[in-house]
């Protein structure tokens, strides 16, 4: 990023999207961390995981995993969304108050402002395209003019806006943007759209509590490329000595298979960043 310009970031509870915004080398306002202290971990591990994050279950499990491997007590703290500050105050705050490690953000390149760092990625997960079973099983046979539900906003979303736009205008598809996965998944059970391109984690949790999704099923993605999104958790840029020993705590349970069976006993999407 270029000096003295803002950092928009926006990092995305897999799912939930969070922006978080500062001038470059600057802490968000709230700067004095003796209001808070910080958490006593000399014998534990303090993490915060979002309910609103579709795949904070499976991240909770890997904490714990990790604080075990580290020899430490694990602390989650569950996160109670009733702040009014801003996103990164919130963030700020959990950090210093809460938990030294947040799990659940989308790693981006280049995507976080320099007060904090993240760990190696802990798995891999993405996003899909969602259709009913009569559906073509590829995107590339669903007619022009076909409409797809795509959440608002997500880095597929405007990769699919970027591959859409470059394809002649009568062989586009009808984009139609959607506030959440759920609603874009919705408008597909009620014939409101063709597939709709989701965040894996969120179908996988959603499809527990509905089963009316059980009658979707995946549409190849080609001729769009949906690359895979690593997903690793932030801390404090001050918290350097917990981040290496948090990546080689990682680095040992993606290596033994243990992340890997979290995901499984989850039924996440997803395999281990090895």
Not at 19 to 48: K, T
Not at 81 to 98: A, F, G, I, P, V
Not at 100 to 122: C, E, H, M, N, S
Not at 178 to 191: F, G, P, Q, R, W
Request: proline residues 6%; hydrophobic residues 45%.
């Amino acid at each position: 990023m270029l000096a003295g310009k803002w950092i928009a970031a926006l990092m995305v509870l897999l799912g939930l999207a969070i922006s978080v915004s500062a001038q470059e080398g600057e802490l968000p306002f709230l700067r004095d961390e003796n209001q808070f202290g910080r958490p006593d971990d000399a014998f534990s591990l303090s993490f915060c995981v979002d309910p609103r994050d579709p795949s904070w279950e499976v991240d909770k499990a890997i904490g714990e995993a990790i604080a075990d491997a580290l020899l430490l007590e694990a602390k989650p703290f569950i996160i109670e969304n009733q702040s009014t500050e801003s996103d990164e105050t919130e963030l700020y705050r959990h950090l210093l108050r809460d938990c030294r490690l947040y799990f659940g953000f989308k790693l981006i390149a280049q995507g976080y402002p320099d007060w904090l760092t993240v760990t190696r990625p802990l798995y891999e997960t993405g996003y899909i395209f969602l259709a009913k079973s009569s559906a073509p099983q590829r995107l590339a046979d669903i007619p022009p003019g076909g409409r797809i539900a795509a959440t608002l906003g997500t880095s597929a979303d405007l990769r699919l806006i970027q591959f859409n736009n470059s394809r002649p205008s009568e062989r586009r598809w009808k984009r139609i943007p959607y506030t959440s996965d759920e609603a874009a998944i919705n408008a597909v059970l009620a014939d409101e759209a063709d597939t709709a391109l989701v965040w894996a984690p969120t179908f996988t949790r959603l499809r527990k509590t509905n089963a009316d999704f059980d009658a979707l099923k995946v549409v190849d993605p080609q001729p769009l490329t949906l690359p895979a999104m690593p997903v690793g958790a932030l801390l404090l840029a001050q918290d350097t000595y917990l981040r290496v020993n948090v990546d080689r705590a990682i680095t040992d349970l993606i290596a033994d298979g243990a992340i890997d069976g979290i995901l499984r006993s989850h039924g996440m999407e997803g395999q281990a960043k090895r």
